[in-house]
Each structure stands twice: as C-alpha cells, then as structure tokens.
C-alpha cells in the first residue's frame, strides 16, 4: 500500500466570526450572543420567550410562548442577513411533550418545504420558568 501525502505550501482558508446582535430581540441576560456567523454558518443561541418590549415573559400561554420564540429567531437571522429558508438544524427544548403536536403546528407553519433537520427534547427546567426553547444553525448559500 502506498501512501501519498500532499502539502500545498501557502493555502490556508480563514473563516470570518462575527458576533450577531439583533436589536429586535430581547436583550441577552448572560456571557452569550444573540448568535455568532462563522463563514456563511450562523449559530443561532437559544431562544426563550421573552418579549424584548418589556423584557417580561410572554407566558400567557404555550402557543404564545412558543411564537414569541419563533419571533425572536426570525428578528436575529434578520440581522445576520438569512430567513426560515436558511435554517439547516434546529433543537426545539419543552417541559411538556403533551405540546408536541402543536409544536408541529406552529413551526410547521415557518417551512413551506423541504424543513430543517430537528430534534424536540424534554428537559426538567428552561431558564426563567420558560416552557419551550429553540435553537438553530443557518447557512447562507448565496454569500
């Protein structure tokens, strides 16, 4: 067996990280971005429901909570220049599957076609007595 190694001398690729801060999302509350692009990869933090008007939880109930998720995504792939159309991966976080149905519901509602890759975990406890989180991974295809 012959083994052929290759070292292309002065090639190096270098990935741009950016730090991505949406002002229409509420405000983050500990040592974490809104999001960070890396190349034309953006890494979505997760997301509670937090209204960032008031910085006051929309708890009023699930579907509520989980829009006002939804819309605090939306607001930060916005600013790092993407849409739902971008989003590759997403993990969707619940106290309660007893919501999983109307979890498909409404975010079934963000993808006409072809939707992401996605997990929907339940946890014991979400940050701030939240009942659903959702993170995510877009990739901009067209830099």
Not at 44 to 63: A, H, K, R
Not at 96 to 105: A, E, G, R, V, W
Request: include cysteine; glycine fraction near 6%; aromatic fraction near 8%.
């Amino acid at each position: 067996m012959i083994f052929m190694f290759i070292l292309i001398a002065g090639y190096s690729q270098t990935i741009e990280r950016k730090a991505i801060t949406a002002t229409e999302a509420p405000k983050v509350v500990g040592p974490y971005s809104h999001a960070i692009l890396a190349g034309n990869t953006l890494y979505v933090s997760g997301q509670i429901g937090i209204n960032p008007e008031n910085g006051q939880m929309d708890t009023l109930n699930f579907e509520t909570e989980f829009k006002r998720v939804l819309t605090n995504i939306e607001a930060i792939l916005k600013e790092a220049g993407m849409s739902w159309e971008n989003v590759v991966k997403a993990t969707i976080y619940t106290t309660d599957l007893k919501h999983y149905k109307l979890i498909n519901t409404i975010y079934g509602e963000k993808f006409s076609k072809d939707p992401p890759a996605r997990e929907t975990v339940q946890v014991v406890a979400l940050p701030v007595g939240a009942h659903v989180e959702v993170s995510c991974v877009a990739v901009n295809l067209n830099p």
